[in-house]
């Protein structure tokens, strides 16, 4: 693995937890200092829409920059933001209002560096290595999503909030002092892709929605990744504890086992890309797209069939197929990934994923109510079966006329 990569990893590792633990135990305490799940919810629509309708505007700022030097700022903020909400902690009770704006910037510059780390990782990786790192990528990142939550409620706890902030604050203190030594970038395979930009801001804006809508494959992607976040971003938040917990009576111990199986299957995908991907997995992307709503669509059609009986038959039933769509969720996003790093100009970049994020932002809240409406009336396991043949037939439209949206 080149040594920038390996630089790049650790740094992603630290920054990646503090980013994980951060939502996790942040919520307990606004909970617990306002008494209401009203407030704590106005509370966190508030901290998000900040991030969510910056981005944008974002993307297009840092591609004139260094990657690196936006991640490091971005990072050293973050550390004395969080070292900043221990003191008020440690020596006071803060108020609501400044605990709101710390944590809307602290979300609004996560989703800069996993912007700009994105962009650094085209810059560093070789195109016919996207998805082999990728993939490893991936595996890190949900080690950061599973075992970052487990450590900041056990930790939040036992020690309280204020030292699961100072935590964080050093994680982001060691991401940055990691970063500072990723050398000078230059990727060859990209420096024919490199293009022109305007000097004003609103031009290049334009311009980055331009490029998506003459790019007809990347502008295919975008509608899939769209639909996606759509259709199937309320499986955490709706589906899963509708089916498992509300009809099968699964307790709250055992549907973690529900977060577990799907990360061991997207660690086990990781790891088989890392090592065998040849880069030709975007090939095989309208069949994978299709597997993964298939298995979706199997787990509630196995539970209109169960019907609410044999619980221990279903979860394990359950487990097993959600092993695989983690398995099969990584095939198809590390590729769906890569493909945008190798297709997208450097240049373009930081506004095609800015505004990919920003779509996502809407699409994501969306899907969960509307799930959440169609799950009250019909069930969740119907919805779960009709959100995935709407997800087959939108892939089935793009990728019409023998792939031609991924060539």
């Not at 990786?125 to 080690?143: F, H, M, T």
């Not at 990781?270 to 309208?286: D, P, R, V, W």
């Amino acid at each position: 693995m080149p040594k920038n990569l390996k630089i790049l990893f650790i740094s992603r590792i630290f920054s990646g937890f503090s980013g994980a633990m951060y939502p996790v135990a942040l919520p307990l305490y606004i909970l617990k200092l306002s008494g209401s799940l009203a407030i704590s919810g106005l509370f966190f629509t508030l901290v998000m829409l900040p991030q969510m309708f910056l981005m944008p505007i974002i993307g297009v700022c840092i591609e004139t920059r260094s990657k690196k030097m936006v991640t490091d700022i971005s990072l050293a903020i973050l550390c004395f933001l969080a070292f900043t909400e221990f003191l008020l902690l440690q020596f006071s009770q803060p108020s609501l209002t400044s605990l709101g704006l710390i944590s809307a910037i602290i979300s609004l510059l996560f989703s800069v560096i996993e912007l700009s780390t994105k962009i650094l990782f085209s810059e560093i990786v070789p195109k016919d290595k996207l998805e082999k790192y990728n993939g490893l990528k991936s595996v890190w990142d949900n080690l950061a999503a599973f075992g970052a939550p487990m450590i900041a409620t056990l930790i939040y706890g036992f020690l309280g909030f204020k030292i699961v902030a100072l935590i964080i604050a050093v994680f982001y203190f060691i991401a940055s002092m990691v970063l500072i030594k990723l050398s000078d970038l230059s990727n060859p395979n990209y420096q024919n892709k490199v293009i022109q930009r305007e000097n004003n801001f609103f031009s290049n804006l334009k311009s980055g929605m331009t490029f998506i809508k003459e790019n007809k494959a990347i502008r295919n992607f975008y509608l899939l990744a769209s639909t996606l976040n759509f259709f199937l971003g309320s499986q955490e938040e709706i589906i899963n504890p509708s089916i498992l917990m509300q009809k099968y009576h699964i307790s709250e111990k055992l549907f973690g086992l529900v977060s577990l199986s799907f990360t061991l299957g997207v660690m086990v995908s990781g790891l088989l890309l890392a090592k065998y991907s040849k880069g030709n997995t975007q090939n095989f992307l309208k069949y994978l797209f299709i597997i993964n709503s298939v298995i979706m669509m199997l787990i509630g059609i196995l539970s209109v069939l169960f019907s609410g009986r044999y619980p221990v038959t279903f979860l394990i039933s359950f487990l097993f197929l959600e092993f695989i769509v983690g398995f099969v969720t990584i095939l198809v996003n590390v590729p769906l990934t890569a493909y945008f790093q190798s297709a997208v100009p450097i240049n373009y970049q930081g506004r095609v994923f800015a505004l990919l994020s920003f779509i996502s932002g809407i699409s994501v809240p969306l899907g969960i109510s509307y799930s959440g409406f169609i799950a009250s009336k019909i069930g969740a396991d119907w919805t779960y079966i009709i959100n995935n043949l709407f997800v087959i037939i939108i892939v089935l439209i793009v990728f019409r006329r023998k792939d031609k949206g991924v060539n």
